[in-house]
């Protein structure tokens, strides 16, 4: 009863999109942008609500800019419509928009300071000087640049043009920020890191962001929901979550982390499972849609859901398979096992590096046969 | 570079007499190359800028060349230097020099405004246009050096004159009934001088406003500010460097342009080069022909000091994304 009701309360704040009550502040209804005889966006559909951290997230090439660039007000859509917090977007001129962006190349005016590139903003909107001066002075302290105010931007670094271009965008507090592949120039150390600051930064203006990337573990990190584009079009969209563990299609499962993608004809369907016959053997599948017997299915499995072990399960066991390892990635943290199965397929295994080996010969090493279990619900059942 | 420097060698190596000669040879051909523009700066302008000023140091005189000599010797031991300032002294005094430079620099300001005014659209048309579409531009920008600049002079006279094309066409289509009169006035010389020196404005604007990023343009945009706005606070600010070095090409020989004010201004308008091929060619008085060119000059470097300084700024400041 008590967690019932937590439960809920938390989808109304949390979750905002689960709320069919809740006006969504962004509405993207059936854009496409064609660039000639190329269609950049293909007819999406989207809400985003107040307060999210949304991710745009898909190779590069498919759109994500485009989308971007059609909320900012640089692209206009050649058919659908926008709405921004009820008002159609159509006539408004990008200076005009309640929405502000960070650029994929920062876009720092060369010619200004760092304090007078973030004042630029604020002038625009015939702000009081000494309102200009604190928001300057209150926005350097959240991205930690006090320091640097006086300096040009080509003396700063990666890192701080990033959050430059971050504090320029933000300090006009827009309903809507949109941010194009906002960590993508800097290094990887300090993309993970940042990461993480930008959602905090997020959290604490209470801003919608909305950003691009092509980098799915960023996706992951920052967003609250994801959508998946391919080809100008939405592919997926939900939570990191359900995103990764709740993959609707081949394409999702194979963009999002790794998977191990098998074909295989369903033979027996009941209540809470279904039986898909595949060429690593008879899988038992938790899946309580109904899907029609015989039909021909896309599964996959995770490399990190599968156990791996050197002795023989001790009864056998639908959710099993027997074979060799033919190589071997160490990362570290984890190993990544490449298994050849009796069928001759080959199965990707990652398995954490728990306890630190006593010699080089410890472990699972090449050549060992070796037994992968898995369960029943950590298979997907994939349309298409 | 020097023998000693490198490390002594016992017999014979061939690899490393090979490569010791290869080293002197490269060493060589770095100093050839430091040296070709001091060689080209000393022969093409420091040699012949002493020359002028010695001449302009020196007395009028009935010989060849028709000058006197700064340094004479007497009895082959003692030297004489004689120097005289009178040239100087007299383009100071006579008010119609003084009135002339004020002239040349009033049209060559003038114009290099015009230029600017028409170039700088004309550049930023260029740079927002198509690759086929900017190629194609740029060539017609460049076309007209194919023809002789006198040939083009020629032109325009012919187009301005009483008798010209525009006066012929205006009285044939009956909106006016006399010639206005264009050729020899100021106003044909501002054309001349427009026309000739408008491709010396676009092409430094059209390099600068190519590296401009336009995502600046759009940031400006998002951050509030209008089309106007832009132009002023952004754009404006960081194509000043190819206004600067367009307006210096422009400015500087417009201010000593001696064939377009002799043949569109004809006896009407003075202009400092006019003036100076007088003196040097009617009136064969090579040094206050050569006076007059070095406080030309003088009246030069003030602009030129300038834009060294611009070009400074520039390489430092609106490149280095
Ligand atoms: N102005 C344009 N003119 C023509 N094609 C464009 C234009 N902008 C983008 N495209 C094309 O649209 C597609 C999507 O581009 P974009 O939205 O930038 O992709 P990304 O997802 O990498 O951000 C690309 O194939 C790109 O070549
Ligand atoms: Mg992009």
């Known amino acids: 009863m008590l967690g019932d009701q937590i439960s809920t309360d938390q989808n109304a704040t949390d979750r905002p999109w689960l709320n069919s009550d809740a006006e969504p502040l962004i509405r993207i209804r059936g854009v496409t942008k064609k660039f000639g005889e190329f269609v950049a966006v293909n007819n999406v559909d989207l809400d985003i609500h107040q307060g999210e951290l949304f991710c745009l ?165 920052l967003s609250t929901r994801i959508a998946v584009m391919d080809k100008g079009e939405f592919i997926q969209i939900g939570s990191p979550t359900e995103i990764y563990e709740f993959p609707e299609n081949r394409f999702v499962a194979d963009f999002i982390g790794s998977a191990n993608i098998l074909e295989g004809q369903i033979v027996e369907d009941s209540a809470d499972h279904v039986q898909v016959l595949t060429d690593i053997g008879e899988l038992n599948i938790e899946h309580s849609q109904p899907v029609q017997k015989g039909a021909q299915v896309w599964v996959a499995l995770r490399p990190e859901k599968i156990h791996l072990s050197a002795e023989a399960p001790s009864e056998p066991q639908p959710n099993q398979s027997k074979g060799i390892v033919e190589d071997i990635g160490y990362l570290g943290n984890s190993s990544i096992y490449k298994i050849r199965l009796e069928s001759g397929r080959i199965i990707d295994v990652t398995a954490p590096n728990q306890i630190r080996p006593k010699s080089r010969s410890h472990g699972i090493t090449w050549e060992d046969t070796v037994y992968l279990t898995w369960d029943p619900s950590s298979v997907m059942l994939l349309n298409k | 570079m020097s023998m000693e420097t490198l490390p002594k060698q016992s017999g014979l190596i061939p690899d490393g007499i090979v490569s010791r000669i290869l080293r002197q040879l490269q060493s060589g051909w770095r100093s ?107 060539f017609s920008i460049i076309l007209p050096f194919w023809t002789s600049f006198l040939l083009r002079v020629y032109a325009w006279m012919g187009l301005l004159a009483d008798q010209g094309t525009i006066n012929g066409f205006l009285i044939s289509m009956g909106i006016i009934d006399e010639p206005i009169r264009m050729l020899y006035t100021e106003f044909a010389v501002y054309i001349g001088i427009v026309y000739t020196y408008l491709p010396f404005m676009i092409l430094p604007l059209y390099a600068n406003m190519e590296k401009l990023d336009a995502t600046l343009n759009e940031a400006a945009a998002d951050l509030g500010s209008g089309p106007i706005n832009t132009f002023f606070k952004i754009t404006l600010p960081l194509t000043m460097p190819g206004i600067i070095a367009g307006s210096l090409l422009v400015f500087i020989p417009a201010t000593g342009e001696y064939v377009i004010p002799d043949l569109l201004g004809g006896g009407n308008v003075q202009m400092i080069g006019r003036l100076l091929y007088n003196e040097f060619a009617r009136n064969i008085d090579w040094p206050v022909a050569c006076a007059v060119a070095i406080v030309l000059l003088m009246l030069l470097v003030l602009p030129m000091a300038i834009y060294q300084h611009y070009q400074g700024k520039a390489s430092e400041g609106v490149t280095g994304e």
């Not at chain 1, 430059?164 to 290094?187: F, I, M, Q, S, Y």
């Not at chain 1, 990461?195 to 801003?207: C, H, K, R, S, W």
């Not at chain 2, 010695?54 to 003692?78: H, N, Q, R, V, Y």
Request: hydrophobic content about 45%; aromatic content about 10%; overall charge neutral.
């Open chain 2, 32 to 138: 050839i190359v430091i040296a070709v523009p001091f060689v080209w700066l000393f022969l093409f302008f420091l040699a012949p800028f002493f020359i002028v000023a010695k001449i302009s140091l020196a007395e009028l005189a009935i010989s060849s060349p028709p000058f006197s000599k700064m340094i004479e010797w007497t009895d082959g031991t003692i030297m004489t230097i004689r120097v005289v300032f009178d040239n100087f002294a007299y383009i100071f005094d006579d008010p119609l020099y003084a009135r002339t430079y004020i002239n040349s620099l009033k049209i060559s300001i003038i114009s290099t405004f015009f230029c600017l005014l028409i170039g700088y659209p004309m550049a930023y048309g260029i740079v927002r246009s198509g690759p086929v579409a900017k190629r194609l531009l740029l």
């Open chain 1, 57 to 221: 997230l898909g190779g590069s090439g498919c759109g994500k800019t485009t989308l971007l660039r059609m909320l900012a007000g640089f692209e206009v859509p050649t058919s659908g419509q926008i709405l921004i917090d009820g008002n159609d977007m159509s006539d408004v001129p990008p200076y005009e928009r309640p929405t502000n962006m960070m650029f994929q190349n920062y876009a720092l005016f060369p010619h200004m300071s760092v304090e007078k590139n973030i004042a630029f903003g604020l002038q625009q909107d015939k702000l009081p000087k000494d309102e200009i001066e604190d928001r300057i002075h209150a926005i350097l302290k959240l991205v930690e640049l006090q320091d640097y105010k006086k300096r040009k931007p080509q003396q700063l670094s990666g890192g701080q043009r990033q959050r430059v271009a971050l504090a320029r965008a933000l300090v006009k507090e827009p309903k809507l920020l949109l941010l194009d592949e906002p960590l993508g120039a800097l290094d990887k150390k300090l993309r993970e890191q940042t990461q993480f600051e930008l959602a905090n930064i997020q959290d604490q203006v209470g801003i919608t962001f909305v950003v691009v990337t092509h980098d799915q573990e960023e996706a992951m990190t």
